[in-house]
């Protein structure tokens, strides 16, 4: 079965203070790695996808990379409204097709 | 380029009650997904669907829950007899055909936030 675990579940960091998200797996076949963003009473809104280990993609202040078992959102210098809820999600070529199987988030909290 | 459009946004149900979820799909994708988040946990996967089939429905309970998706019209996910416990954030997804070796991104909606008292 499919599994994503997501660390820390909360953080909390001052504005301009960098740190990293981190998102384990293990999947049957890796399909692709999603990275969501999700503020309250918001559905999902999509920021990266993964394919394969050694892979980054960059996004204004965020970062994402991957490796065989986890896969890292680096956040640069973030700004309060980078405030959210950050879901992983992996994606296998095995099984239910484009079936997602998420993490339970990393809560952020950015303050001035 | 509208996004998922799901409707209602928030809908209130009695115990007993029929519960009906509406979900378009992103303009030229033919793949809706159902995903519930109930309070304190993340999202599990319900069905996934294509025009007039259902392709995985793993994820759906086995009783009073159904979900179609008709050549015309929205997909719709519906609850009988609805119980407290059904009570949570109901989310419709949509994708593009299904490639060969990369993953398809998933477009979620904004979207239903089920109420049962």
């Known amino acids: 079965e499919d599994q994503v675990t997501q660390s820390p579940e909360a953080l909390r960091l001052q504005e301009g203070e960098s740190s990293s998200l981190n998102c384990s797996y293990t999947?049957?076949?890796?399909?692709?790695l999603f990275w969501y963003r999700q503020d309250p009473g918001k559905g999902p809104e999509f920021l990266f996808t993964l394919y394969s280990a050694g892979e980054e993609k960059e996004k204004e202040r965020l970062k994402a990379t991957l490796t065989k078992k986890e896969s890292f959102l680096h956040i640069t210098a973030p700004k309060p409204e980078d405030s959210a809820t950050y879901l992983c999600?992996?994606?296998?070529?095995?099984?239910?097709?484009?079936?997602?199987?998420f993490g339970t988030g990393t809560q952020l909290k950015v303050e001035l | 380029n509208a996004g998922v459009m799901q409707n209602p946004r928030h809908l209130v149900r009695r115990r007993g009650q029929e519960a009906r979820l509406r979900c378009s799909p992103m303009k030229g994708h033919s793949h809706v997904y159902w995903y519930r988040q109930l309070p304190e946990e993340g999202l599990k996967f319900m069905v996934y669907l294509q025009k007039e089939n259902i392709i995985d429905e793993s994820g759906m309970p086995k009783e009073r829950f159904s979900a179609e998706f008709p050549k015309e019209g929205p997909s719709i996910l519906r609850i009988q007899q609805v119980v407290r416990g059904d009570s949570a954030a109901y989310f419709c997804a949509s994708s593009p055909s299904q490639g060969l070796n990369s993953g398809n991104t998933i477009y979620f909606g904004e979207g239903s936030w089920l109420t049962v008292v």
């Open positions: 999600a992996v994606q296998a070529f095995t099984g239910g097709g484009n079936k997602l199987t």
């Open positions: 999947v049957s076949g890796l399909r692709g």
